[in-house]
Structures are given as structure tokens and as C-alpha cells.
């Protein structure tokens, strides 16, 4: 689930390229802050995708292994720290919030500048925000499979 949710967030950023509206934030993005945004974005991808593979791995290993089956106390331990290694995913979304709010008070001291710029400050200020709700959001969903996967499978093993 997690490998097809990030597959269609890809692609709908695709479609937003192919139609322009990619452009249209980077085009007004003159303090780069679309790009900070767009990294934490795929660190977060990045490390949901790689925390995913760990916990089918483990969940694929207590499949194979009956619930009678004895799991060594150092197995029970790395399944029940796997919770906690989850927890950098919602942080990285309330720092694309956090970064794309930078990115609106900056829009904001940019039309606050003369009169000719408040329409490119207004669309920094915009632009921003919403490029760091729309990250937090997917994250934030990559982090919730996460943590039901990871809960599950600390069902299962205890």
C-alpha cells in the first residue's frame, strides 16, 4: 500500500508538472524555498520507503514462522524499536509546514516591500504554504501505514 500511495503522489506530481502548476510555484519561488520543501519530500519518501521494506521484511519472517514458533528476545527488541526509527517521518512534515510558513512571512516582508511587489510576494507567501501542507499531508499518510504496519506486526510477534 505503501509502495502504490507514493507511486499515485508521484505521479499526481507528474500531472501537476505536465500541466504547468509545478512552474507556476517554482516560477515565483524567488528564495528557493519550494526546493527546501521539495527535499524534505523526498527524504521522507526516501526513509517511508526504506522503513516499509524493513517491516515487510519482518512481517514475511513471522509469516513463515509459526505463532508457536520461538523469536529469539533480540528479534522481539528490533521489531518493538521499529516504532520508535518511524517517528523522523512526522517530523519531516512539520518541518515542510514549519519551512513552507518561513516561506510566507518571507512573501509576506517581500510585498510589505513597495507596491509593485506585493503580487510577487503574495504568490511566495501562497506558494509556499502550500507546497509545505501538501508535503506534511503526504507524509503524514505515509507515516500513519507506517506506524498500522508497525503495530501489527508488534502484535504478532508479542
Known amino acids: ?6 507511486t499515485l503522489g508521484i ?10 502548476l509545478v512552474d507556476k510555484l517554482l516560477q515565483h519561488d524567488a528564495l528557493g524555498v519550494i526546493y527546501v520543501i521539495a527535499g524534505l519530500l523526498a527524504i521522507g519518501i526516501f526513509g517511508s520507503l526504506n ?11 513471522v509469516k ?4 508457536w514458533a520461538y523469536f529469539p528476545k533480540s528479534f522481539v527488541l ?9 517517528e523522523f517521518i512526522p517530523s519531516m512534515a512539520a518541518q515542510s509546514v514549519l519551512v513552507g510558513l518561513f516561506g510566507n512571512v518571507l512573501g509576506l516582508i517581500t510585498a ?3 507596491p509593485e511587489s506585493v503580487q510577487a510576494g503574495a504568490a511566495i507567501a501562497f506558494g509556499s504554504t502550500a507546497a509545505g501542507i501538501l508535503t506534511a499531508l503526504w507524509l503524514e499518510v505515509n507515516f500513519l501505514m ?3 504496519a508497525t503495530s501489527n ?3 504478532d510477534v508479542s
Open 1 to 6: 500500500r505503501l509502495v502504490i500511495f507514493n
Open 11 to 20: 505521479v499526481g506530481l507528474l500531472a501537476g508538472y505536465w500541466y504547468g
Open 51 to 61: 522503513r516499509g521494506w524493513k517491516i515487510s521484511v519482518a512481517k514475511n519472517f
Open 64 to 67: 513463515k514462522n509459526s505463532v
Open 78 to 86: 528490533k521489531v518493538r524499536k521499529m516504532a520508535h526509527k518511524n
Open 112 to 114: 510589505l516591500g513597495s
Open 146 to 148: 507506517l506506524r498500522t
Open 153 to 155: 506486526l508488534i502484535e
